[in-house]
């Protein structure tokens, strides 16, 4: 794979719900990695807009800091890798508190490999 980004780039913000709690109080981990996924698929509209992409693995994730119902959740990514069908992208997820505006608080970060699918569900070039 070759490095096409190495910039870290705004992906998503949002506000996190009471609906998104999970027994202990917290946001639930799978609404974090929800986003995550969805944040890392925005900077491959900007290698190949055309292609439709699968995640096809994250990389192990330890969240190192709880994330409450309204805390802005922040995710960045950064260090692309693109193969021939597929994409790495770097994603880092951060939280603001409502009592520490503009301290982010690291969350988790995540490698997410993403493969370009044909109409076919097969495996195509990211690139033309």
């Known amino acids: 794979m070759t490095d096409s980004k190495t910039t870290r780039e705004l992906a998503m913000q949002t506000v996190l719900q009471p609906k998104d709690t999970n027994a202990a109080g917290t946001i639930f981990g799978g609404v974090i990695l929800s986003l995550?996924?969805?944040?890392g698929e925005i900077p491959l509209r900007n290698i190949n807009a055309q292609r439709?992409?699968?995640t096809v693995a994250m990389d192990s994730i330890k969240f190192?800091?709880?994330?409450?119902?309204g805390?802005?959740?922040t995710l960045y990514t950064s260090d692309l890798k693109v193969g021939n069908t597929s994409v790495q992208v770097t994603v880092d997820a951060v939280v603001q508190r409502r009592d520490r505006h503009g301290v982010e608080i690291p969350v988790?970060?995540?490698?997410?490999?993403?493969?370009?699918?044909?109409?076919d569900g097969k495996p195509i070039p990211v690139i033309d």
């Open 36 to 39: 995550i996924d969805q944040a």
């Open 108 to 119: 988790t970060t995540s490698v997410v490999t993403y493969v370009a699918i044909g109409g």
């Open 64 to 69: 190192i800091s709880p994330v409450y119902v």
């Open 71 to 73: 805390d802005i959740l």
């Open 52 to 54: 439709s992409y699968v």
